[in-house]
């Protein structure tokens, strides 16, 4: 009798073994599927947004770039529509064909990003709400890519030498100290060229989230859910 519980206590001990190698087994390859699943998905929402940033009535017609509007620059706007609404019109075609020229500075930055994406990244995406994985695309690389157009973009607006239609626009009044703070009484162009700049990087984000969100049975697929 002794033999037959030994023996069945093997089997159960040596089945415990291989349940648990398949599970760490499944575990890996749901986790190598996740991250090629959520690649793709990023992937495609950087292109999404490239291929609208490099057609200028494309990106000016983008609700979601819009949206990522920083507010300084929404209440100059604000302002300067009951002014000279025509130099409103012509800022943001200006900042639509600047953004043209980020393309190729921005797309690698973050197809970088997306390849270096790790295990911790997936856990924290399958755990998290929808657009997570662009969240954490954006913790990584929102810094960076302000920093690295924000040249390019000042290079571009001072062509159409739309800081200073602005501020002849504004010359007079005291609406740039309080939209600006301070006692400022022009909009410089390094400032403008910022503020368009976080609007081109957040717009960007923008697009891929909406991606990302659009494709979120891809990625719940991917991970069983």
Same mark, same amino acid.
């Given at each position: ?48 947004? !490239? ?15 819009? +949206? ?21 019109? +012509? ?15 921005? +797309? ?39 920093? !690295? ?27 740039? =100290? ?12 390094? =400032? ?34």
């Amino acid at each position: 009798m002794k033999k037959y519980i030994i023996a069945a206590t093997v089997i159960l001990s040596t089945g415990a073994i291989i349940n648990t190698t398949l599970q760490s087994c499944t575990s890996i390859a749901t986790s190598d599927l996740g991250l090629a699943v959520i690649k793709r998905v990023l992937l495609g929402g950087i292109n999404k947004g !490239a291929n609208i940033y490099g057609n200028k009535e494309a990106f000016l017609q983008n609700n979601l770039v819009d +949206k990522a509007l920083p507010q300084q620059l929404r209440d100059i706007n604000t302002t300067l529509e009951k002014i000279a609404p025509s130099i409103v019109a +012509k800022e943001r075609e200006y900042i639509a064909e600047a953004a043209v020229y980020t393309v190729g500075i921005s +797309k690698p930055i973050l197809e970088s990003a997306v390849n270096s994406l790790n295990a911790q990244d997936v856990t924290r995406i399958i755990q998290g709400e929808k657009g997570t994985a662009t969240l954490i695309l954006k913790e990584k690389t929102q810094t960076q890519l302000v920093q !690295a157009i924000a040249p390019r973009v000042e290079q571009e607006l001072n062509k159409y030498g739309i800081v200073k239609t602005i501020n002849t626009a504004l010359s007079g009044s005291n609406l740039l =100290g309080s939209l600006l703070g301070g006692n400022k009484t022009n909009v410089n162009a390094g =400032g403008l060229s910022m503020l368009a700049s976080e609007q081109i990087v957040n717009g960007l984000f923008n697009i891929i989230e909406d991606h990302e969100k659009q494709n979120s049975g891809s990625l719940l697929g991917a991970f069983g859910k």
